[in-house]
């Protein structure tokens, strides 16, 4: 993974606008984070496979090296994930954006694809 470029997340956003597309968010400050930590509240958000068809897409952010990508769906919701520090394009062109805490471990994902998920 690379770390984000926000000219080229952008321009990747872009391209998936105004399609259908599954998406995958997952947010933890547990499993992958600090599960260990008696001191830390865990939590946390799993969504895969979810189809749904964004009309914008804007990255945000970046000063403290973690930046915020909001979707705003065609039906006037909108899909807002913050703390994503690295992106990739896969194997099978799905584009993937990772947030990773101080230690590397995983806190935030956001994957976007024309395609389901591997399930």
Avoid: C
């Avoid at 321009?11 to 008696?38: C, F, K, R």
């Avoid at 964004?54 to 000063?63: D, L, P, T």
């Avoid at 973690?66 to 899909?79: D, E, M, T």
Wanted: cysteine-free; proline content about 1%.
């Amino acid at each position: 993974m690379e770390t984000i470029d926000r000219g080229k997340v952008q321009e990747m956003l872009n391209q998936y606008q105004n399609q259908p597309v599954y998406i995958h968010v997952e947010i933890t400050s547990g499993v992958y984070a600090d599960h260990l930590n008696e001191d830390v509240f865990n939590a946390g958000t799993f969504l895969r496979n979810i189809q749904v068809e964004y009309i914008q897409g804007a990255i945000r952010g970046g000063k403290d090296g973690a930046y915020r990508v909001g979707l705003k769906l065609v039906n006037g919701g909108w899909i807002y994930v913050l703390g994503l520090t690295h992106y990739a394009i896969n194997e099978n062109d799905e584009f993937i954006m990772h947030g990773f805490d101080h230690d590397g471990k995983l806190a935030s994902a956001l994957e976007i694809s024309s395609n389901e998920f591997f399930k």
